[in-house]
């Protein structure tokens, strides 16, 4: 079945400092990508979506700034958070989503867990 | 008021028995109906897709009233795995595939 891998699964980092998150598709296409975050017990929060190609649009209350999403193929999405504070600690999902054979519908990353410091 | 509601729970339920969640969106433009299940520090994961005639997958019913605006999530004979979140998820027509998600409801099945 369709595979996304995001990268890394955990990370631990400094307030003031940036961390990339990578999420690839393995086997299909993604032509559109969703990037999340969940805070404990809350429902996933929809931050941007990103078109392969083209900029990401960004959901009300999310700095375009800070939350840099690039989506330069149709199997590579990275959201690069820059200048992290601790309330950027959150789990941050991507969710790819494909048309064609063999896929068709949203497939998860397995998600990042971001702890900053 | 929210685009996707849902009961939060918990739903504490013995194992065995019948529980069902319902869930209510606003929008009636919406057009794609799923089941999600997500366990604890994990990552949301398809139950199930919710189609206008009702489906059946297993011990897991789900069915949607267009009507009302709302869908259902029936388990039957449940197990102790069953435990997790359940989120209700609709997409919206012409939202760039956009999905619009509940906030769960926390089921949890006790032997």
């Known amino acids: 079945g369709a595979v996304v891998s995001q990268h890394p699964s955990r990370v631990i980092c400094k307030s003031g400092t940036s961390v990339k998150i990578e999420c690839r598709s393995l086997?299909?296409?993604?032509?559109?990508m969703f990037w999340y975050r969940q805070f404990p017990k809350k429902s996933l929060m929809l931050m941007a979506t990103?078109?392969?190609?083209?900029?990401?649009?960004?959901e009300q209350g999310v700095e375009k700034d800070k939350f840099l999403i690039n989506h330069a193929s149709l199997t590579l999405s990275t959201l690069t958070v820059t200048s992290a504070h601790p309330e950027d600690s959150s789990f941050y999902i991507c969710s790819a989503f494909g048309t064609g054979e063999p896929l068709y519908g949203y497939t998860f990353g397995s998600g990042t867990r971001l702890t900053v410091v | 008021r929210k685009e996707v509601e849902q009961d939060p729970g918990p739903f504490n339920v013995p194992e065995g028995a019948t529980v069902a969640f319902n869930c209510t969106y606003s929008n009636s433009a919406s057009q794609s109906f799923f089941w999600y299940r997500q366990d604890c520090r994990k990552e949301p994961k398809l139950l199930m897709s919710v189609y206008s005639s009702g489906n059946e997958d297993g011990r897991f019913t789900a069915q949607l009233n267009r009507a009302s605006q709302y869908i259902s999530l029936l388990i039957r004979d449940s197990k102790l795995s069953d435990s997790a979140t359940y989120l209700c998820?609709?997409?919206?027509?012409?939202?760039?595939?956009?999905?619009?998600w509940g906030a769960g409801t926390k089921l949890i099945i006790k032997p």
């Open positions: 990103s078109n392969e190609g083209s900029k990401a649009t960004y």
């Open positions: 086997d299909f296409q993604a032509t559109t």
């Open positions: 998820v609709v997409n919206v027509l012409h939202s760039n595939y956009q999905l619009i």
